[in-house]
């Protein structure tokens, strides 16, 4: 009875954390990084390279920070669309 018990109990364990994690295995996301309306709400006009210039020259005012700039390229490289080295610019 008692090896019953212990099995049951370890199966209960075993079936009870399996569904401690929601996100799928591959499922990454830290937040900021996700788009550009995210990044957007902490850098208003973007954040790009620290000797970073804009390719149409209208955006001046955007934060210059090489190491987030390179943090939100590698997690979504889809933020700097025209390659200039400043994400998600906004005049």
């Not at 049951?8 to 591959?26: A, E, R």
């Not at 995210?38 to 973007?46: A, D, I, R, S, T």
């Amino acid at each position: 009875m008692k090896i019953g018990s212990a099995v049951v109990l370890c199966l209960t364990c075993v079936v009870g954390l399996s569904g401690v994690s929601s996100l799928p295995v591959g499922a990454h996301t830290t937040g900021i990084h996700d788009n550009c309306t995210k990044l957007n709400q902490k850098w208003p006009h973007g954040v790009g390279r620290r000797n970073a210039v804009d390719q149409g020259g209208n955006v001046t005012n955007f934060t210059r920070n090489t190491r987030a700039y390179n943090r939100a390229d590698a997690h979504n490289g889809t933020l700097d669309r025209d390659n200039d080295k400043i994400a998600c610019e906004q005049a």
